[in-house]
Protein backbone atom coordinates (compact mmCIF):
# COMPACT_ATOMS: atom_id res chain seq x y z
CA UNK A 1 0.00 0.00 0.00
CA UNK A 2 1.24 3.26 -0.93
CA UNK A 3 0.26 6.72 0.89
CA UNK A 4 1.06 9.81 -0.79
CA UNK A 5 2.76 12.87 1.10
CA UNK A 6 0.67 14.95 1.97
CA UNK A 7 -1.77 11.85 3.07
CA UNK A 8 0.97 11.20 5.36
CA UNK A 9 1.35 14.42 5.99
CA UNK A 10 -2.10 15.23 6.79
CA UNK A 11 -2.16 11.93 9.05
CA UNK A 12 0.26 13.12 11.05
CA UNK A 13 -0.16 16.99 11.73
CA UNK A 14 -4.02 15.71 12.91
CA UNK A 15 -2.41 13.70 15.39
CA UNK A 16 0.46 15.92 16.70
CA UNK A 17 0.55 18.67 18.42
CA UNK A 18 2.08 21.77 17.75
CA UNK A 19 1.94 21.36 13.59
CA UNK A 20 -0.57 23.55 12.09
CA UNK A 21 -3.69 21.36 10.29
CA UNK A 22 -4.74 21.44 6.39
CA UNK A 23 -8.04 22.74 5.98
CA UNK A 24 -8.83 19.20 4.79
CA UNK A 25 -8.88 18.20 8.71
CA UNK A 26 -10.14 21.29 9.84
CA UNK A 27 -13.39 20.42 7.48
CA UNK A 28 -13.42 16.93 8.09
CA UNK A 29 -13.63 17.74 11.79
CA UNK A 30 -15.64 20.69 11.61
CA UNK A 31 -18.28 19.94 14.71
CA UNK A 32 -15.28 20.52 16.66
CA UNK A 33 -13.53 22.87 14.69
CA UNK A 34 -16.50 24.90 15.05
CA UNK A 35 -16.53 25.26 18.68
CA UNK A 36 -13.13 26.64 18.64
CA UNK A 37 -14.10 29.07 15.48
CA UNK A 38 -16.95 30.58 17.68
CA UNK A 39 -14.52 31.07 20.46
CA UNK A 40 -12.02 32.93 18.15
CA UNK A 41 -15.29 35.28 16.59
CA UNK A 42 -17.80 35.71 19.13
CA UNK A 43 -20.17 37.09 17.26
CA UNK A 44 -20.62 34.08 14.66
CA UNK A 45 -23.80 32.76 15.00
CA UNK A 46 -24.95 28.67 15.57
CA UNK A 47 -26.84 29.71 12.41
CA UNK A 48 -23.17 31.11 10.71
CA UNK A 49 -21.75 28.21 11.70
CA UNK A 50 -24.51 25.65 9.87
CA UNK A 51 -23.98 27.68 6.94
CA UNK A 52 -19.95 27.72 7.04
CA UNK A 53 -20.53 23.57 7.38
CA UNK A 54 -16.85 23.44 6.90
CA UNK A 55 -16.35 25.93 3.88
CA UNK A 56 -12.79 28.38 4.38
CA UNK A 57 -14.93 30.47 2.03
CA UNK A 58 -17.91 30.78 3.98
CA UNK A 59 -16.27 31.30 7.20
CA UNK A 60 -14.47 34.05 5.32
CA UNK A 61 -17.35 35.28 4.13
CA UNK A 62 -19.45 35.25 7.52
CA UNK A 63 -16.35 36.85 9.30
CA UNK A 64 -16.35 40.14 6.87
CA UNK A 65 -20.06 40.11 7.23
CA UNK A 66 -20.19 40.38 11.21
CA UNK A 67 -17.42 41.99 11.77
CA UNK A 68 -17.24 44.42 8.86
CA UNK A 69 -14.02 43.49 7.89
CA UNK A 70 -12.44 43.32 4.54
CA UNK A 71 -11.66 39.67 2.46
CA UNK A 72 -7.89 39.88 2.68
CA UNK A 73 -8.18 40.79 7.04
CA UNK A 74 -11.01 37.87 7.34
CA UNK A 75 -8.06 35.88 4.88
CA UNK A 76 -5.56 36.71 7.55
CA UNK A 77 -7.48 36.46 10.73
CA UNK A 78 -8.35 32.96 9.61
CA UNK A 79 -5.09 31.82 8.10
CA UNK A 80 -3.68 32.73 11.87
CA UNK A 81 -6.02 30.51 13.59
CA UNK A 82 -5.63 27.82 11.07
CA UNK A 83 -1.99 27.88 12.13
CA UNK A 84 -3.10 27.21 15.77
CA UNK A 85 -5.17 24.20 14.81
CA UNK A 86 -3.74 21.13 16.30
CA UNK A 87 -5.21 17.54 16.54
CA UNK A 88 -5.80 18.08 20.15
CA UNK A 89 -8.78 20.47 19.00
CA UNK A 90 -10.23 17.17 18.06
CA UNK A 91 -9.59 15.26 20.60
CA UNK A 92 -12.25 14.77 23.27
CA UNK A 93 -11.74 16.19 27.52
CA UNK A 94 -12.12 12.70 28.48
CA UNK A 95 -9.63 11.26 26.33
CA UNK A 96 -7.04 13.31 27.37
CA UNK A 97 -4.48 11.85 30.14
Known amino acids: MRISRRGLAATFSCFTEGIHLNWDLIQGH ?3 AARRA ?3 WGKLTDDDIDVVAGRRGKLVGKIQERYGVAKDEA ?3 LSEWQRKATGAWF ?3 EDRP
Open 38 to 40: KEQ
Open 30 to 32: WEQ
Open 75 to 77: EKQ
Open 91 to 93: TRD
